[in-house]
């Protein structure tokens, strides 16, 4: 006997209306998301633009529970390692819809520099002209999340939404509501929103990046479970 407690649907699930061609589909219509999930059971070199400082640091799976990548840093103050999903796919449009989400941990939650989000292709993911992301810089611990669409004037942010400490998982995730506010959460606790007016929306495409960077002369080491972005088609 199954779980008596759970609510079924023997005759399917809709997301689309009764006067569309897949209404008796049952199950909902995955085509109304553009959307990137990436859970590391594989991790593909090929699907990634790679900067490093040193070629020695590493990107490999690791073992674990749910599938982990493994970031292995070199070990001199400032080198860094930085991932980006090629080609970029996703933009900022007013009236659709914008999720991302990450989940990861950090083996220093404090001399280390690191940064997820969504991001235009840029060799300098840190200190990025145009995107929405969340970044920690060396020497604190605290989380800060920014939307960007120009570096000097077009830059809105939140500073200290989340404390990392080292070798701890946490999930960090926004929502662009495809209107004015970016929303950001943490461990799925809505904290708060930023302005994501056409002043400070990233117009340009962006793509599914991150970043490890050291904030001493000690290799550092990051662990991402998994990531995910969609976008309303």
């Known amino acids: 006997?199954?779980?008596?407690?759970?609510?079924?649907?023997?005759?399917?699930?809709?997301?689309?209306?009764?006067?569309?061609?897949?209404?008796?589909?049952?199950?909902?219509?995955?085509?109304l998301f553009h959307q990137y999930y990436n859970d590391f059971d594989v991790y593909t070199?090929?699907?990634?633009?790679?900067?490093?400082?040193?070629?020695?640091?590493?990107?490999?799976?690791?073992?674990?529970?749910?599938?982990?990548?493994?970031?292995?840093?070199?070990?001199?103050?400032?080198?860094?390692?930085?991932?980006?999903?090629?080609?970029a796919a996703f933009t900022f449009t007013a009236g659709k819809k914008t999720?991302?989400?990450?989940?990861?941990?950090?083996?220093d939650a404090t001399q280390s520099d690191l940064v997820f989000g969504l991001q235009v292709v840029d060799t300098t993911p840190l200190d990025v002209t145009d995107g929405v992301y969340f970044l920690k810089s060396?020497?604190?611990?605290?989380?800060s999340v920014f939307c960007r669409k120009d570096a000097n004037s077009g830059s809105t942010s939140a500073s200290a939404i989340a404390t990392l400490v080292s070798d701890t998982f946490v999930t960090l995730?926004?929502?662009?509501?495809?209107?004015?506010?970016?929303?950001?959460?943490?461990?799925?606790?809505?904290?708060?929103?930023?302005?994501?007016?056409?002043?400070?929306?990233?117009?340009t495409t962006c793509t599914v990046s991150f970043a490890l960077q050291n904030g001493e002369a000690v290799a550092k080491t990051m662990t991402v479970d998994y990531l995910f972005a969609a976008k309303e088609r």
Request: proline fraction near 4%; aromatic fraction near 10%.
């Open 138 to 143: 060396d020497g604190a611990a605290t989380v």
């Open 99 to 107: 999720f991302f989400s990450c989940r990861f941990k950090v083996s």
């Open 173 to 203: 995730a926004f929502a662009y509501d495809g209107v004015s506010k970016i929303i950001y959460a943490v461990d799925g606790n809505v904290l708060g929103s930023l302005d994501a007016s056409s002043t400070y929306l990233p117009d």
């Open 45 to 87: 070199a090929g699907d990634w633009v790679v900067t490093e400082t040193n070629a020695s640091a590493t990107q490999a799976l690791t073992a674990g529970d749910g599938g982990l990548l493994l970031i292995t840093n070199t070990a001199a103050d400032d080198d860094l390692v930085a991932l980006q999903k090629t080609p």
């Open 1 to 31: 006997m199954g779980n008596i407690t759970n609510t079924r649907f023997p005759f399917g699930l809709t997301n689309v209306g009764e006067n569309t061609v897949f209404a008796d589909m049952v199950q909902p219509d995955p085509t």
